[in-house]
């Protein structure tokens, strides 16, 4: 099963706002709304941002947030700070295999 | 606190086995289905297995399928990852992960890994 599409980076500047795109199609993105986002600092373990394409989690701060259109959805993070700088990965639910599959990861650099 | 810690990763020749065990605490482990997931050096994340709270229904990556068994005793508030005829392309450090409350894909708490790496 093919990989969702991630950039491979992308950077902005403190303050800033920022939109990571992952790509799949109709089996998985396009017709469930099962994307998850996670973020990853080195050496740790990925922390959950958001789930069914829009979900915060308890605790994440509202400066990230979810969206999707047709087979892209996007997480924005608005209001960029140093420790945003890391790996962001998007996973989607696909109808194809019955199973889960993970985006190739953006890593994010905060100028 | 809600926990999940992973043990049993080696090293192990091509062809080898290995189990791998998570063991949960601070939650209601049997009200949960379970992941594991993998991360090979440098790499993206790979989705491995889930497992539903009752251990009846299970699904495996094709990657693994056939060679991995995806486990859990909930008397013990413990999964497990049979791995079998282990091959190169199985080092990853793995995790297992919990999904939040109520939904199947989203995994919000994860242990800190076990590292597998399979080397002749």
């Known amino acids: 099963q093919s990989a969702l599409t991630q950039p491979a980076s992308v950077s902005e500047s403190p303050g800033q706002s920022i939109t990571i795109s992952c790509t799949g199609t109709?089996?998985?993105?396009?017709?469930?709304?099962?994307v998850s986002w996670y973020q990853q600092h080195p050496g740790k373990a990925p922390k959950l941002m958001i789930y069914d394409v829009s979900n915060r989690p308890s605790g994440v701060s509202n400066r990230f947030s979810g969206s999707k259109s047709g087979n892209t959805a996007s997480l924005t993070i608005s209001g960029l700070q140093a420790e945003d700088e890391a790996d962001y990965y998007c996973?989607?639910?696909?109808?194809?295999?019955?199973?889960?599959?993970f985006g190739g990861g953006t890593k994010l650099t905060v100028l | 606190e809600v926990q999940l810690v992973e043990s049993g990763g080696a090293v192990v020749q091509p062809g080898g086995s290995l189990r791998l065990s998570c063991a949960a605490s601070?939650?209601?482990?049997?009200?949960?289905?379970m992941h594991w997931v993998r991360q090979a050096p440098g790499k993206s994340l790979e989705w491995v297995s889930l497992i539903s709270w009752d251990g009846v229904n299970i699904d495996y990556a094709d990657s693994v399928k056939g060679r991995f068994t995806i486990s859990r005793d909930n008397s013990k508030n413990s999964l497990y990852l049979q791995m079998n005829s282990l091959r190169t392309e199985d080092t990853a450090l793995y995790y297992c992960?919990?999904?939040?409350?109520?939904?199947?894909?989203?995994?919000?708490?994860w242990g800190r890994g076990t590292t597998v790496t399979v080397s002749s």
């Open positions: 992960a919990k999904p939040v409350a109520g939904i199947v894909y989203g995994m919000d708490v």
């Open positions: 996973s989607s639910y696909t109808a194809s295999s019955a199973q889960v599959i």
């Open positions: 109709s089996s998985d993105v396009g017709d469930y709304n099962f």
């Open positions: 601070g939650f209601a482990f049997d009200d949960y289905i």
